[in-house]
């Protein structure tokens, strides 16, 4: 109940800020197809991830269904996202912005952000900013990564990708606008909450730093550099490297991020940062595993691009077995780094890590 009525109050900021705007009149049709296309995914997984999980801590019969917690997170986010792009002019951008970052998903980082900020003492409507923000940059990286330069997909979250509907051009600029709204959204909304001006600086400089020339367009810049490379002459070193920057470094803002605005102690922000490398890395793994073994339509997007293109990926340099081995590997090092946290707010992060590993799409 308490986070239903921290969750209302937020919306209500953001409403009465965007209210002179019209909504789209696909907006309920959107939302449903988030939560459809999230309540799908999570079914794909098994029983493992559908069963609740037992919670420890003082109330050890409690339990944790982690299945209707991402859900009803996601949901949670969606509208939230709905209502930070109103429909203005020119709307072409608008509805291609729109198109991307209401497409659906998971969205897993959002949902790192809130839950390291419940860790440490936040609520879900002192993340909720951040945890657009963070999202709006991830699909603003989708868009442009899918660009006929970058990796040239077809299918993004089962849809064709922005650039097949709106034109190259128009993609570039909605990743761009995405990007820009992204810090605009972060500060212009977390300036309403009873956050110190200091966290608050500290938050948009990580988030910043996670996406520029150290973290995630680095990792794109050394993965496009390294298509068509024989993997006898690349070690481990420079794949990891891609993928702490390219995909971990994003995960890893998200996380450190809920836990600066939450109030996070210096020690409690350094073990979520590497929570949030080992799942970052963890992530990319499982996605080079998936491109080889699931199909196009299981994927949602084009599978074999990673192949196709010669990118490097864990089973071309280390073969699908032991690829399989570090990815639990990585998953229990994360759970580890949540050790000495309130078990019961720690389940979550918990779960999110035994997700990422097992996710099948």
């Given at each position: 109940m308490t986070t239903s009525i921290h969750l209302s109050s937020s919306f209500l900021f953001i409403q009465s800020s965007v209210r002179r705007y019209n909504s789209i009149s696909s907006v309920n049709n959107l939302q449903k197809r988030t939560v459809l296309s999230l309540s799908s995914a999570l079914t794909s997984q098994g029983d493992k991830h559908m069963t609740p999980l037992e919670g420890n801590g003082n109330d050890p019969n409690s339990a944790f269904d982690f299945?209707?917690?991402?859900?009803?997170?996601?949901?949670?986010?969606?509208?939230?996202?709905?209502?930070?792009?109103?429909?203005?002019?020119?709307?072409?951008?608008?509805?291609?912005?729109?198109?991307?970052?209401?497409?659906?998903?998971?969205?897993?980082?959002?949902l790192l952000c809130i839950a390291a900020c419940e860790l440490v003492g936040g609520d879900e409507a002192t993340a909720m900013s951040a945890a657009c923000a963070v999202e709006m940059i991830h699909t603003s990286s989708l868009v442009h990564d899918d660009l006929p330069c970058m990796d040239n997909a077809d299918l993004r979250r089962g849809k064709l990708t922005n650039h097949k509907v709106f034109g190259e051009d128009m993609a570039v600029l909605a990743g761009d606008a995405l990007f820009a709204l992204a810090f605009e959204h972060m500060t212009a909304l977390s300036s309403a909450l009873v956050v110190s001006p200091k966290r608050k600086v500290r938050a948009v400089i990580e988030l910043a730093k996670a996406i520029g020339t150290k973290g995630l367009v680095a990792g794109q810049v050394i993965d496009l550099c390294s298509e068509g490379l024989d993997p006898d002459d690349v070690g481990l070193e420079r794949?990891?490297?891609?993928?702490?920057?390219?995909?971990?470094?994003?995960?890893?803002?998200?996380?450190?991020?809920?836990?600066?605005?939450?109030?996070?102690?210096?020690?409690?922000?350094?073990?979520?940062?590497?929570?949030?490398?080992?799942?970052?890395?963890?992530?990319?793994?499982?996605?080079?595993?998936?491109?080889?073994?699931?199909?196009?339509?299981?994927?949602?997007?084009?599978?074999?691009?990673?192949?196709?293109?010669?990118?490097?990926?864990?089973?071309?340099?280390?073969?699908?077995?032991?690829?399989?081995?570090?990815?639990?590997?990585?998953?229990?090092?994360?759970?580890?780094?949540?050790?000495?946290?309130d078990p019961n707010k720690a389940v979550p992060l918990v779960a999110l890590a035994s997700y990422i590993a097992g996710r099948h799409n």
């Open positions: 299945k209707s917690y991402m859900i009803r997170k996601a949901e949670f986010v969606s509208a939230a996202l709905n209502v930070s792009v109103p429909l203005s002019k020119p709307l072409t951008i608008q509805e291609a912005m729109r198109y991307s970052l209401l497409a659906g998903g998971k969205r897993v980082r959002p794949l990891e490297f891609i993928h702490l920057h390219k995909t971990a470094a994003l995960l890893e803002a998200a996380v450190v991020v809920g836990a600066i605005l939450g109030g996070g102690t210096e020690e409690e922000i350094e073990k979520l940062r590497k929570y949030a490398r080992c799942i970052g890395l963890l992530f990319q793994v499982v996605d080079d595993i998936l491109d080889v073994t699931k199909s196009t339509d299981e994927l949602g997007k084009s599978a074999g691009n990673d192949v196709i293109a010669g990118k490097l990926t864990y089973p071309r340099l280390i073969g699908l077995e032991k690829s399989r081995e570090l990815a639990q590997k990585l998953s229990k090092e994360a759970e580890e780094q949540l050790i000495g946290f």
